[in-house]
């Protein structure tokens, strides 16, 4: 019988239970440990999910041999040391996105990676939804002929368990880098590369109040708008915002082409589409699948040989080039920004 691959997640913030789902929807893995700073907390988060170990002490669960591979899943500015402490140790590494909290560092972590041969990914949960592979399938298959725009939104209420998310220290690019490198990823995986970027950002939310009470001043922008030409022929528009009171569950996207439209997370449902002269929309049913299966019977596809490792590490960089451009079309009051 062959060896299921052991994971280890660092991190006991809310994401971490998308990981732990999803790792424990795959029949050839199993999360063997949490690791927190805090070990009252990696315990109950362990014994919640019915995992046999919990620690405080990263060194140690990376020297156990039953330890295959890594998931990271803490604030931004923690990536780099931690990326560089599992490379050192020989294991494979999931990163949360954003990668790190600039390209530079994404890039030494890269460096990392491949100098220690490690298989690196980063973690972008949004291109795995089924909603979404379904509309991808649909526009390489050319059901709306030639894609001309899109619109997508990213928007939330923001998050209110952590002070970090508005610290300009934790999270240089606020909104864009913890929300909308997620947007950045699904329209370049639609429409190529970003090739220019003209955009404006705000603090439109400049003290917030967080749910254990306490508030917060505001330090990176929570609300951002972007235009996007995308190998020279596609224009998007991408809105995000951490202050929309109902928001849009997680995304909102919108695909068009010379022949027909695709919705997707909209009001006609999780994906519709329509082509010209339709006398209606075509609304989907979809297989469903638990929450993160997709993502993570991929990842441990790539690192057992079933499948070739993909590429998210590049286009972490790529985002992040992006997300860098974004900033800095905002402070040149909109012009125009090449990625």
Not at 173 to 185: A, K, P
Request: net charge neutral; proline share 3%; charged share 20%.
């Amino acid at each position: 019988m062959t060896r299921r691959l052991g994971v280890a997640i660092v991190g006991t913030g809310s994401i971490a239970d998308y990981h732990i789902a999803g790792v424990g929807s795959v029949p050839g893995a199993e999360m063997r440990c949490i690791v927190g700073r805090n070990a009252d907390k990696a315990a109950a988060l362990a014994a919640r999910h019915g995992i046999g170990a919990s620690s405080a002490d990263l060194a140690a669960v990376l020297a156990r041999a039953d330890i295959d591979a890594v998931i990271v899943a803490t604030p931004d500015d923690t990536h780099e040391d931690l990326a560089a402490q599992v490379a050192a140790a020989g294991k494979a590494l999931l990163l949360q996105k954003p990668m790190a909290g600039d390209v530079a560092a994404c890039r030494r972590i890269v460096a990392r990676a491949a100098a220690a041969k490690i298989d690196l990914q980063v973690s972008f949960m949004h291109r795995y939804f089924d909603e979404f592979a379904r509309a991808r399938e649909l526009v390489a298959e050319g059901a709306i002929g030639a894609l001309h725009s899109i619109r997508i939104r990213n928007a939330t209420p923001g998050p209110d368990w952590g002070d970090w998310f508005y610290k300009r220290a934790n999270v240089s690019g606020g909104v864009v880098h913890q929300l909308g490198v997620h947007g950045i990823d699904l329209v370049r995986l639609v429409a190529g590369e970003i090739a220019s970027v003209s955009a404006t950002t705000a603090i439109l939310k400049p003290i917030r109040t967080l749910a254990d009470g306490r508030r917060v001043v505001v330090e990176n922008p929570d609300s951002a708008w972007a235009v996007y030409r995308c190998d020279g022929v596609v224009v998007a528009l991408h809105e995000m915002s951490f202050v929309e009171a109902a928001g849009c569950d997680r995304f909102r996207l919108e695909l068009y082409g010379n022949r027909g439209t695709i919705w997707v997370r909209s009001e006609l449902g999780a994906l519709a589409w329509r082509r010209s002269g339709d006398a209606a929309w075509t609304v989907e049913t979809l297989e469903g699948v638990r929450f993160g299966e997709r993502h993570h019977r991929r990842w441990v596809a790539g690192l057992v040989g079933e499948l070739e490792p993909e590429a998210t590490a590049a286009d972490a960089v790529a985002g992040l080039e992006v997300a860098t451009a974004i900033a800095a079309s905002a402070a040149a009051r909109g012009v125009a920004v090449p990625c």
